[in-house]
């Protein structure tokens, strides 16, 4: 039997809807990984904030890896070691900081050394969407005046808020804005995400799969919003849950059902363990 990559994202797919892997869907990844297949987190989430998840699924002893800040850092389980970085320029972050100032928009990064100061740094104002990023992720938040110099070295990612129904628009023109500086996305309705240039879900796993020991062919991608179209659209079998966006489903190879009604558990069993 060949080695298979399963790629999860976390919010959406991998939890139900109260951030909880549910049993059923636990068992199914552990009898995949005692199989002899690899599991990688991939997340938009900052490192610390996929931390739990590596330690209930044990990816440490089951040569587990993460893929965090939708792609900027990917880390092997086992040992704590970097497999892949690649930050974004800070030299971007006044053109970034006046875009949002302009168009009232939040605007945050993180702490250079999330493990001593585990901290949202805030460029403007808090809103709503600010706070849970922090609180989903086990950080506290911390309000900078002074953000543009206080921020002085490179960063995996910047995150900027806007309303959902407006979001889309503003995407487009930092788009338009950055050019192929640096890559720009959204995961939720309310979240629009700059990166280094190329780094999306997809990019970030093309460079690494090698190193993993896998082919693309056997790469099982599974997401539900919009920064998961990349690896869905890229993996062997690309997966979109019940839940996911349209965008996501649009490119998927297989619907599986909702992250409320186990379905990671249904992937594992189809293709992995069939």
């Not at 995150?159 to 959204?186: C, D, F, H, I």
């Not at 979240?191 to 990019?203: L, M, P, S």
């Amino acid at each position: 039997m060949e080695k298979k990559l399963l790629v999860l994202d976390i919010d959406g797919t991998l939890v139900n809807n109260e951030k909880q892997i549910t049993p059923k869907t636990k068992d199914a990844i552990f009898r995949a990984m005692e199989a002899g297949h690899s599991i990688m987190i991939a997340s938009g989430r900052p490192t610390p904030g996929v931390q739990k998840f590596v330690d209930e699924l044990e990816l440490s002893k089951y040569d587990g890896y993460t893929l965090t800040y939708n792609g900027a850092r990917v880390q092997e389980c086992s040992s704590g070691k970097d497999i892949y970085e690649k930050r974004l320029s800070r030299s971007l972050l006044p053109e970034l900081y006046r875009f949002a100032e302009e168009r009232d928009l939040g605007i945050i990064t993180y702490e250079k050394d999330l493990a001593k100061t585990p901290q949202v740094l805030s460029g403007r104002r808090l809103d709503d969407w600010i706070l849970w990023e922090a609180k989903i992720n086990g950080l506290t938040v911390g309000e900078r005046e002074n953000f543009l110099d206080y921020v002085n070295y490179d960063v995996y990612k910047v995150l900027m808020t806007a309303e959902p129904e407006k979001s889309e628009g503003y995407m487009k023109e930092l788009q338009k804005l950055l050019g192929s500086r640096a890559n720009v996305m959204r995961s939720e309705s309310f979240f629009i995400e700059i990166t280094a240039r190329g780094i999306d879900k997809a990019g970030t796993l093309k460079r690494v799969i090698g190193p993993v020991g896998v082919s693309q062919s056997n790469t099982i991608c599974c997401g539900d919003a919009f920064n998961d179209i990349s690896m869905v659209e890229y993996a062997g079998i690309g997966v979109a849950m019940g839940n996911a966006k349209p965008e996501v489903k649009e490119v998927a190879d297989y619907i599986t059902a909702s992250n409320e009604e186990d379905g990671i558990a249904e992937v594992v069993k189809r293709f992995l363990l069939e």
